[in-house]
């Protein structure tokens, strides 16, 4: 048991064998327990040196080793949902010796990645497809007449999700053969929520049930015909209140609940239930952070760890989420219409004070984003001002939601959207780098970029008092260090400003959201204008023919996808407009870009400062 983080790299010398799951299967019974020793002690040191996904890792030591022991991976399909625990995976599918650098240009994804490995059967990053891609991996072997087993590994968190419900019900319709586990740990990211998470927790940890089950077997065992029939009425018992009845109905083979540390009982399981066919169910009780004392004692605060690099002093600006947290809690004192909903994001949205200090007006929904957007829909019909804090890569998953149940009805729902753009070590399944493109084709929408802290406060507070659904979209990470103004104030609806403005007339660069502040700096090199543009829904049509028709050209930026993005917003108001400015367009481009560094991924993506001087310069050479 580890109380802090290694300095130095742990002896492993069973898992310095092992380089792909071959090597695991050929070791004994005896050796399986001392390599999982090795293995949580050589993930608590590499991602204590390199950062990244931590407590969810783990969790599943045992499992993991018991799943590359048992089954003839890669042939034998393993699906991780979500992907945060299979740091453990990689490190026995041949990647030990670059978990140092994952997350990093040069090192593994934070998630499976099919081009990465073929032990990868799934790319994640997004909760709940585990169990869906699984039973068509399994209808795949099916059809083809291949014996290969599918295995789906989902968390309890993730259950929640009505997707893994969807694909249980046609898993159990097909009779397909494949094993879902269910790793029970009581947590996802931040504390599970709902009745079915109170449910399985409730039954299985019944003192009484406990103390009744074995009293009357010691009563009865003795007695081998009442034995029998108190066996029989325990079965019936147990089959109306525990969790098996749920996925027995829906066609599944039942088995658990094990104890998911114990690698001796998942082998001999995982063993037995390879040779069943149909489709099958395990149970398994983990815990999150196991092996780490602090994670064990706080699993949401050690969900992730940053990189030993990153841990260093200093003045610490406030986060945009930071800004919104604060923000809501200040309008909620205020007006208590305002309800604040999260799809499982409560610490990673800034909402830990306001369901203190709101409990009743904060809903965390689960991982269930579609509900989260429609539940705030049903608020709003009944004059309720609900906000909904959410990812915007985890907005994608809901978008039907958005338009139909929101849009369509213009409904009072106001949309945070944090972790708008580039998002960093997470890579393509976590950048929010199409919500521009995907919102402002909906009607009804009113959609704002903030280009700091202080514009982001003023922005939330416009949409919230908007009568409409409005969005507010904002980059992950800190701001610009601009001072906040306390005040609950709002800004001209539609209206962009000018920050800098230019003599020469040559070029003006209409900037939205964070790449302002690149786009002032490269101003001052060349003297160009630049607009803070704030809305690209409804776009300024003033402001784009007044720079248009005093300039000889106009640049667009935006960490958002080129292609229909904001910048295609202009080009629309220029030709409705009549004019024909040239424009060149600075976005993310037409591909997904991979893991690494914010700063990376805005040279590589031509929104940064070069980027955007460069592009004057083939317009304007000096």
């Not at 149909?278 to 009780?285: E, S």
């Not at 960490?559 to 409705?576: I, K, P, Q, Y």
């Amino acid at each position: 048991m580890f109380t802090e983080i290694p300095k130095h790299r742990p002896d492993t010398p069973l898992l310095d064998q092992i380089e792909s799951p071959a090597d695991l299967r050929n070791l004994s019974a005896a050796q399986l327990q001392p390599l999982c020793k090795e293995l949580r002690e050589f993930l608590i040191y590499s991602v204590g040196q390199s950062g990244g996904h931590f407590g969810a890792g783990l969790g599943v030591v045992e499992l993991t080793v018991a799943l590359h022991h048992v089954f003839d991976t890669p042939d034998d399909r393993i699906v991780w949902d979500v992907g945060h625990q299979a740091y453990p995976h990689k490190i026995l599918t041949g990647r030990r010796e670059k978990l140092p650098k994952i997350r990093t240009a040069e090192g593994p994804a934070a998630f499976p990645l099919r081009t990465e490995s073929e032990y990868d059967t799934f790319g994640v990053g997004h909760s709940s497809t585990s169990i869906s891609a699984a039973l068509g991996m399994a209808l795949g072997f099916r059809q083809k007449g291949l014996p290969h087993k599918s295995v789906a590994v989902i968390g309890d968190g993730a259950m929640s999700a009505g997707m893994a419900f969807e694909a249980l019900n046609h898993a159990g319709h097909e009779k397909a053969d494949m094993l879902v586990i269910l790793n029970d740990n009581d947590m996802s990211i931040s504390n599970n929520v709902g009745a079915l998470n109170k449910y399985f927790t409730r039954i299985w940890s019944s003192q009484t049930y406990s103390a009744m089950r074995e009293g009357g077997k010691r009563v009865l065992e003795n007695i081998p015909v009442a034995w029998e029939f108190a066996k029989r009425t325990e079965e019936h018992m147990k089959g109306m209140v525990a969790p098996g009845t749920l996925f027995e109905e829906l066609g599944f083979n039942y088995f658990g609940p094990v104890d998911g540390h114990d690698i001796h009982e998942l082998v001999a399981t995982l063993e037995n239930l390879k040779k069943l066919s149909g489709p099958r169910f395990l149970h398994l009780v983990t815990q999150k952070g196991k092996g780490f004392t602090p994670a064990e004692q706080e699993p949401i605060k050690y969900h992730a760890l940053k990189p030993v690099a990153a841990a260093s002093s200093g003045v610490k600006k406030p986060t945009y989420s930071n800004v919104f947290g604060r923000w809501l809690c200040d309008v909620a004192a205020q007006d208590e219409r305002l309800m604040g909903i999260t799809p499982a994001m409560r610490e990673g949205s800034d909402l830990v004070r306001f369901s203190q200090e709101y409990p009743d007006r904060y809903f965390d929904v689960a991982i269930a984003e579609q509900h989260s957007v429609t539940v705030a829909a049903g608020m709003a019909c009944e004059g309720m001002k609900p906000v909904v804090a959410i990812y915007s890569t985890f907005l994608q998953r809901a978008y039907d939601q958005l338009i139909h149940d929101v849009a369509l009805q213009d409904l009072d729902v106001l949309f945070a959207i944090d972790r708008a753009g580039l998002v960093g070590e997470d890579g393509p399944t976590h950048h929010g780098a199409y919500d521009l493109s995907y919102l402002r084709c909906v009607p009804n929408m009113v959609i704002m970029t903030p280009s700091d802290e202080d514009e982001c406060r003023q922005m939330l507070n416009t949409g919230y008092q908007h009568p409409g659904p409005a969005a507010v979209r904002y980059p992950r990470g800190s701001g610009t260090g601009a001072a906040i103004d306390a005040p609950l104030t709002t800004i001209p609806m539609g209206k962009g400003i000018v920050r800098r403005e230019s003599a020469a007339g040559k070029v003006a660069i209409l900037a939205f959201g964070a790449p302002l502040q690149a786009a002032l700096k490269v101003a001052d090199m060349v003297d160009a204008t630049v607009a803070d543009m704030r809305f690209v829904k409804p776009m300024d049509d003033a402001l784009v023919s007044e720079l248009a028709q005093n300039h000889d050209m106009l640049i667009t930026v935006e960490e958002n996808a080129r292609m229909g993005g904001a910048g295609s917003a202009v080009l629309e108001s220029l030709a409705a407009q009549g004019l024909t400015t040239r424009v060149e367009m600075l976005g993310i481009p037409d591909v997904y870009v991979d893991h690494d560094t914010p700063t990376q991924q805005h040279i590589t993506s031509g929104i940064d400062e070069t980027a955007i001087l460069a592009a004057v310069r083939r317009h304007f050479p000096v």
